[in-house]
């Protein structure tokens, strides 16, 4: 039986009305969340910069690294199912570590044209002659951060490595350079980077409604801000993705979040993912 939502008892005053509004007719007629927008491939856990607001420098994470019939079975999953959105081929890791990039990129591209892939990376390993071998492979978008500690007396510096980057795509959509700072100060990832909030202060976040985040090992988790895993939805070599998506305590988390209540991992986080995407 399909748990009804009653709309009435959702505030309407806050900017993310038109999200919740959207979700719940959606569920109620459908008995189902939409299907996700975008998927993100932790393909490897470890990053080769030491951020120190961020949660790799809170937690000591090994190192895990997905196996290539995973990573497959997952490109292979969402062709089957028609998905044509955004594949990020990272999460909170460093992608430009990963030794098979180029054949993942070849991989998905071959099996279908419609899949966006894009990194987000810190940039460190990045040549001119790099980025010009990931877009001829079939990359779709390099995000890339360059954090720097000198940002108050030099805002507009670039790393040099990335000097002739930017000189060679300053005009080019499909990269982007954001000027990042080391002094950032960032959400606590669910709890993983120690910070005190009144969760009261914190209700809905579309996170869970937008994004499918696969781990290293294959598990679904609830998305970006489980640095530690600490939740699961099935694996993806067990079970396929749809019904993943749709598992029953991913949606206690959703239904929670339409309400603007906070359980389990959500309990423990203070982002707050608000703007309209549906």
Not at 111 to 129: E, Y
């Amino acid at each position: 039986m399909i748990q009804q939502i009653n709309f009435k008892n959702v505030r309407k005053e806050d900017s993310h009305t038109t999200d919740i509004s959207y979700l719940i007719d959606y569920y109620n007629k459908n008995g189902h969340f939409p299907l996700f927008q975008q998927v993100l491939i932790e393909t490897r856990t470890d990053c080769n910069n030491n951020c120190p607001f961020c949660p790799h420098h809170f937690n000591k994470k090994k190192l895990g690294v997905m196996t290539w019939e995973c990573y497959c079975h997952i490109i292979d999953s969402l062709c089957e199912i028609g998905y044509n959105g955004r594949v990020a081929l990272m999460i909170s890791n460093e992608p430009l570590l990963e030794d098979r990039l180029i054949n993942m990129i070849k991989y998905a591209k071959e099996k279908s044209p419609r899949l966006f892939l894009d990194i987000t990376s810190n940039g460190i390993l990045l040549s001119l002659d790099k980025v010009d071998q990931l877009f001829r492979i079939g990359i779709d978008n390099i995000n890339i951060n360059d954090y720097r500690g000198d940002r108050d007396s030099n805002p507009d510096g670039l790393s040099k490595n990335l000097q002739p980057i930017y000189d060679a795509y300053y005009n080019n959509v499909k990269i982007t350079f954001q000027k990042r700072r080391f002094d950032e100060r960032w959400p606590n990832y669910g709890g993983n980077i120690p910070q005190k909030f009144d969760l009261s202060q914190y209700g809905f976040c579309n996170f869970p409604f937008r994004k499918l985040n696969i781990a290293y090992n294959g598990e679904i988790i609830l998305c970006c801000c489980d640095f530690m895993y600490g939740t699961s939805f099935g694996n993806v070599m067990t079970r396929n993705l749809i019904d993943c998506w749709n598992d029953k305590h991913y949606n206690e988390y959703r239904l929670a979040l339409l309400q603007d209540k906070r359980i389990g991992l959500c309990a423990k986080c203070n982002d707050e993912q608000n703007y309209s995407v549906f």
